[in-house]
């Protein structure tokens, strides 16, 4: 196992199509590369190989796939041409799928081999609702401490941190009706102010993904004639909700949909426009006699260091500047109560 490197997902479809494993691979890097530079030397340079590797992955990759993926106009630069986009589109879809199933099997396949370990790291197990950041987390909280992550809803996770199955419950809040409500309940219903507290995570901003031209500024203009929509998996039955906001973002950048709610960090991702709803804080709770152990104060110290920060910056929408403050249960639910009274 490597150490102090979070494992991904290799989706190597494009192996299926005629190139081999490894140019596959690094025909998605290049048109990544490609899709934010000037040119293709540039995006070589970016790459760490040569322009004639380059070119020539970009010509293996043509006559794989039957299309050019690359406009080389003379004076313009290169410009990926509409089966470039969707190579990436596809791309990302693919790793947004394999996403949830593979962070599941990584944290049991990683749990697994540490029992059989000497001298094993301190250890936390989450339950959590997915979020970007998470992944963040683990990476920087890895040469010190397992940080295992069960990707679930913020529903189900409380209600197993509630019943003993996990150290951790990672859950958001919006700021607005009626999923501020939701929160409340659930929060009362499985936690206790006694013996449970919360830390403060991330702050994330939600919204609608919306495409290029669309004309859509805000939720009435849903209701548009024409107007197509796509919606998320209901949280019951979505293993990944972060991943769900990836497959809206998708099928808004593919031309399968016009708008759907998400993540202004997916959105950003798929180059997409954003209009603004409403914030979302993300807790981890947890109980009180947890907070005071070893493990939990390793955790503590990435939250609170300069490192998390830093990597939270990167992803539009989030802010990460109360990442480690502890917070009591009861002055959520009166901050929970307020939002309602105030509606």
């Given at each position: 196992m490597h150490k102090g490197r979070a494992i991904q997902p290799e989706a190597t479809w494009l192996a299926g199509e005629g190139l081999t494993r490894e140019r596959g691979r690094m025909l998605t890097r290049l048109l990544n590369a490609l899709a934010g530079a000037a040119s293709l030397s540039d995006a070589a340079r970016k790459l760490g190989v040569s322009y004639r590797y380059a070119w020539g992955l970009l010509g293996d990759g043509a006559a794989a796939l039957g299309g050019p993926l690359v406009d080389m106009g003379r004076g313009r630069g290169a410009k990926l041409t509409p089966l470039g986009r969707?190579?990436?589109?596809?791309?990302?879809?693919?790793?947004?799928?394999?996403?949830?199933?593979?962070e599941r099997l990584r944290g049991e396949l990683a749990a697994l081999l540490a029992e059989a370990l000497p001298g094993r790291r301190p250890h936390l197990a989450a339950c959590a609702s997915h979020d970007l950041a998470l992944g963040e987390l683990a990476r920087l909280c890895a040469p010190r401490l397992d940080l295992d992550i069960a990707v679930r809803g913020a529903d189900e996770s409380l209600a197993a941190l509630a019943q003993g199955q996990c150290d951790l419950a990672g859950f958001h809040v919006a700021d607005a009706l009626p999923r501020a409500a939701a929160a409340a309940a659930a929060l009362g219903r499985w936690l206790d102010p006694r013996k449970h507290q919360l830390v403060n995570f991330v702050t994330r901003e939600q919204?609608?993904?919306?495409?290029?031209?669309a004309r859509i500024r805000g939720v009435h203009d849903l209701a548009r004639p024409g107007v197509r929509f796509v919606d998320r998996a209901p949280p019951g039955d979505?293993?990944?909700?972060?991943?769900?906001?990836?497959?809206?973002?998708?099928?808004?950048?593919?031309?399968?949909?016009?708008?759907?709610?998400?993540?202004?960090?997916?959105?950003?991702?798929f180059r997409l426009d954003f209009v603004?709803?409403?914030?979302?804080?993300?807790?981890?709770?947890?109980?009180?006699?947890?907070?005071?152990?070893?493990p939990f104060q390793d955790l503590q110290q990435v939250l609170r260091g300069s490192d998390f920060r830093a990597a939270v910056a990167r992803l539009p929408?989030?802010?990460?500047?109360?990442?480690?403050?502890?917070?009591?249960?009861?002055?959520?639910?009166?901050?929970?109560?307020?939002?309602?009274?105030?509606?």
């Open positions: 969707k190579v990436l589109q596809a791309d990302a879809r693919l790793r947004s799928a394999l996403a949830a199933p593979f919204g609608l993904i919306v495409r290029h031209g979505a293993r990944d909700p972060a991943g769900a906001d990836l497959q809206v973002a998708a099928a808004v950048a593919e031309g399968r949909a016009d708008a759907g709610f998400g993540l202004r960090a997916a959105a950003a991702r603004p709803l409403a914030t979302e804080r993300y807790f981890l709770a947890a109980a009180r006699a947890t907070l005071r152990g070893a929408g989030y802010d990460a500047s109360q990442a480690g403050r502890r917070e009591s249960l009861a002055a959520a639910l009166s901050w929970l109560e307020g939002l309602r009274r105030g509606a």
